[in-house]
């Protein structure tokens, strides 16, 4: 099941950028590359997604690799609102979310 | 625009019993997900309906789990009976896909935390 490739934990200092990475090297034309991340006793929230281009948001970018077969999701200046477990899925036939990137924001 | 909600937040029962989970998605979703997340595990699907057809349910195990999705608006997943590892979290999401891809973004509810001893 597993189509993404993540680290399984990051930290970064507070108000630095942080570039969380992901490999997708089976991707297929029609997949779309979902972020998603998961804080503690929350629901999953939506981040941001994109399909060829490169995506921003209020929340976050999206860097896709030419080939597709990688992303990465940047989160501009981290705060420690933002120390949650990041998903990148591939949202084609199935949405498999893995288990994740757990960033720790240091103070 | 209100979020998705769900109903209990909480749940304790005992293995061998039955148990029911209502969702709320937001108005005018077609696309309802409920997905199960066991402690240290990210989510996994369950079932998918595009308002109220099943798109998917490859992942639910249909000995003991059921789920229906009447007039296609609020959705109910059953466990009966349950068992210790049906211990999860059980969450709900919806989308404004109406084509049954993950070309949308997901709205996810808070989730209903089943406890079964």
């Known amino acids: 099941d597993a189509k993404t490739t993540q680290p399984n934990s990051m930290e970064s200092n507070e108000e630095e950028p942080v570039h969380l990475p992901c490999n997708h090297s089976t991707i297929s034309g029609t997949d779309y590359i979902h972020w998603y991340r998961q804080l503690p006793s929350q629901g999953p929230e939506y981040v941001i997604h994109g399909l060829t281009s490169n995506v921003n948001n209020r929340m976050a970018s999206l860097a896709i690799a030419e080939d597709r077969k990688s992303s990465t999701l940047i989160l501009h200046r981290a705060t420690l609102r933002d120390a949650a477990v990041y998903y990148c899925i591939l949202g084609g036939n199935q949405f498999y979310f893995g288990t994740g990137t757990s960033l720790t924001v240091i103070p | 625009e209100a979020g998705v909600a769900q109903s209990p937040r909480y749940k304790i029962i005992e293995k061998r019993q039955s148990v029911a989970f209502w969702c709320n998605p937001i108005s005018g979703h077609a696309t309802l997900y409920w997905y199960q997340q066991i402690l240290g595990q990210g989510p996994k699907l369950l079932i998918q309906?595009?308002?109220?057809?099943?798109?998917?349910d490859s992942q639910l195990p249909k000995d003991r789990f059921s789920a229906e999705r009447l007039k296609g608006v609020d959705s109910t997943l059953k466990i009966q009976p349950a068992k210790l590892e049906d211990s999860a979290v059980y969450l709900c999401?919806?989308?404004?896909?109406?084509?049954?891809?993950?070309?949308?973004?997901?709205?996810f509810g808070p989730g209903t935390r089943l406890t079964v001893t």
């Open positions: 999401a919806s989308s404004r896909s109406t084509s049954g891809t993950y070309s949308y973004e997901q709205y």
């Open positions: 309906f595009q308002n109220n057809g099943v798109v998917d």
